[in-house]
């Protein structure tokens, strides 16, 4: 059974431009959410979708947005990307309460 | 609203020594807790899951604790090994949502 699948692995953008993340989930899971793992500021939680329905969304600015599609892969849309947008970016599928999680993409803003 | 603090931040322990991390949250109404493994700039591997009406699980040489009255959790890894060197983390999800709060991780380091 496939894990979850986060593409691409590694980016680098810069100051200004909009970048898209994708994540796949384990077959079955109807709920994805984002996260963001910076060295300082830990795992902070960014929104979660089921049904492709936004359920929940963190404490992030509004350049930050997702969609979930029907077949339940999510993307992950951030706009006027700054400095401070570098970081690791985990995708979870849940099921059951349990969460699983891709490898990241580590997004770089130059 | 739910914290999540995780003592100590980084440990360094010799081969083959029992050791504890720990896991304390401030509102005991949780859902679930879970214990990751992130190995360097990687994502999360799920070790254990600890349902709010369970007290434990166990898995090999892991096992994890869940006390919600006093809103603590403990893992504990017996006959550590080198390859258990990573950053461990608990994560606590709500009642009600599947918003996931995370500690800042425990980074263990085994001594060969």
């Known amino acids: 059974k496939a894990g979850v699948t986060q593409t691409p692995r590694y980016l680098i953008k810069t100051r200004g431009q909009q970048v898209t993340l994708s994540c796949s989930p384990i077959s079955g899971h109807r709920s994805v959410s984002w996260y963001q793992q910076t060295p300082g500021q830990g795992l902070q939680f960014l929104f979660e979708?089921?049904?492709?329905?936004?359920?929940n969304k963190g404490n992030f600015p509004g350049r930050f947005s997702g969609r979930q599609f029907s077949n339940s892969r999510s993307e992950m849309n951030v706009s006027t990307l700054e400095l401070g947008d570098s970081a690791l970016y985990l995708c979870?599928?849940?099921?059951?309460?349990?969460?699983?999680f891709g490898q990241g993409t580590r997004l770089t803003v130059v | 609203k739910q914290e999540v603090t995780q003592i100590p931040a980084a440990l360094s322990v010799p081969e083959g020594e029992n050791l504890v991390l720990n896991c304390s949250f401030t509102d005991s109404a949780i859902y679930n807790l879970q214990w990751f493994r992130q190995d360097p700039g990687k994502g999360l591997t799920s070790l254990l899951l600890?349902?709010?009406?369970?007290r434990e699980q166990t898995s090999g040489r892991l096992n994890a604790s869940l006390d919600k009255s006093s809103g603590r959790s403990t893992l504990y890894i017996a006959a550590s090994q080198p390859g258990d060197s990573a950053t461990y983390l608990c994560?606590?999800?709500?009642?009600?949502?599947?918003?996931?709060?995370f500690g800042k991780g425990t980074r263990l380091h085994i001594l060969p």
């Open positions: 979708y089921f049904s492709e329905t936004q359920r």
């Open positions: 979870a599928s849940s099921l059951g309460g349990e969460a699983f």
């Open positions: 994560a606590v999800k709500g009642p009600s949502a599947d918003k996931i709060i």
């Open positions: 600890i349902q709010s009406s369970q």
